[in-house]
Structure formats: structure tokens, C-alpha cells
Nanobody, 124 residues
């Protein structure tokens, strides 16, 4: 199983980025998927998740609600995280992960597969 995150970069506060995570080696539609992030000196934290199959259920941490949007494209085995109105506190390494739990989950230990991260840096 491989999860490959991409799309990170340097952006000014108020700007936007779209992260992608391409999955291979798993039955993509059977997995719920999530994004986590880890800032320097801090623990990794949940950002957003989307349910398996059609992805009609999503969940977000409070600090990104209304600014971030998670989605999945089952035809491309890819999930996305559209990040708008970015703030300096969004600076972190962002990771995608896959869970066999059907509904959206925020607990790290429920995610079975993890990808390498992609760096997002928001300047003030």
C-alpha cells in the first residue's frame, strides 16, 4: 500500500493550496481517508476525514471548518484537501492516511496506512 501526498508549498496568509494524496495497492473505495498535520514541536493532529464509498460524510477539526474542504475521487484513487484562507498557524507537515473503519474517524490509531508528508508553510 502506498499513499503519496503532494501539493504542499509556501503561500502567504490568506492564500490557498490544494493537497492531493494518490493511493495504490488497496481497494480504495473500501477505506475512509483522512488528513493529519504536525507542526514543529507539536504532536500530530487530526485535520479532516471523508467516509468510504461515496464520501458523503466528512469531519473537520474546529479550527479549519469553513476554510478546508476534503473530497475524494474514487476513479483516480485520490483524495484532496482544498485549503483556503490559510493562516500561519496552518504551517505543518500534512499527512494522508487510510482507515478500514467505514465512517469518518479522527483517532490516529484507527488509521492503518500512512503516507509521507508534504510541507505547507504559510507566511504572515
Amino acid at each position: 500500500v502506498q499513499l503519496q501526498a503532494s501539493g504542499g508549498g509556501l503561500v502567504q496568509a490568506g492564500g490557498s493550496l490544494r493537497l492531493s494524496c494518490a493511493a495504490s495497492g488497496l481497494r480504495f473505495i473500501a477505506y475512509s481517508l483522512g488528513w493529519f498535520r504536525q507542526a514543529p514541536g507539536k504532536e500530530r493532529e487530526f485535520v479532516a476525514a471523508v467516509s468510504r464509498m461515496s464520501g458523503d460524510s466528512t469531519s473537520y477539526r474546529d479550527s479549519v471548518k469553513g476554510r478546508f474542504t476534503i473530497s475524494r475521487d474514487n476513479a483516480k484513487n485520490t483524495i484532496y484537501l482544498q485549503m483556503d484562507s490559510l493562516k500561519p498557524e496552518d504551517t505543518a507537515v500534512y499527512y494522508c492516511a487510510a482507515s478500514t473503519v467505514g465512517q469518518v474517524v479522527s483517532r490516529e490509531n484507527l488509521y492503518k496506512h500512512w503516507g509521507r508528508g508534504t510541507q505547507v508553510t504559510v507566511s504572515s
